[in-house]
């Protein structure tokens, strides 16, 4: 079993930035890749960014450019840098683990907020 907690979420104006974390607990020796989705509200849950256990990273479009995915050297803390964000990317983000076995575990959530 694996534990994550997002934390670092927030109210910014459009433009700022915010960084969010997440805390893995437990099992967390065969984490694979780490995740961060977004849920705005009346939207499907929607990928924004991935790190694999080699440090690879993707991302979504609309966030090339402005979002950063990161990994601490013991690989329990994820993070998702935000710069330059928009009214747009007000959604509650979610941490993601996936497993070497492809076990999927799921944080609680942040709300991030833009205004404009």
């Known amino acids: 079993q694996v534990q994550l907690v997002e934390s670092g979420g927030g109210l910014v104006q459009a433009g700022g930035s915010l960084r969010l974390s997440c805390a893995a607990s437990g099992i967390t020796f065969d984490i694979n890749t780490m995740a961060w989705h977004r849920q705005a509200p009346g939207k499907q849950r929607e990928l924004v960014a991935i790190?694999?256990?080699?440090?690879?990273?993707t991302y979504a479009d609309s966030v090339k450019g402005r979002f950063a995915i990161s990994r601490d050297n013991a690989k329990t803390t994820t993070y998702l840098q935000m710069n330059s964000l928009k009214p747009e990317d007000t959604a509650v983000y979610y941490c993601k683990a996936i497993t070497i076995l492809g076990s999927n575990y799921w944080g609680q959530g942040t709300q991030v907020t833009v205004s404009s």
């Open positions: 790190i694999t256990r080699g440090g690879s990273t």
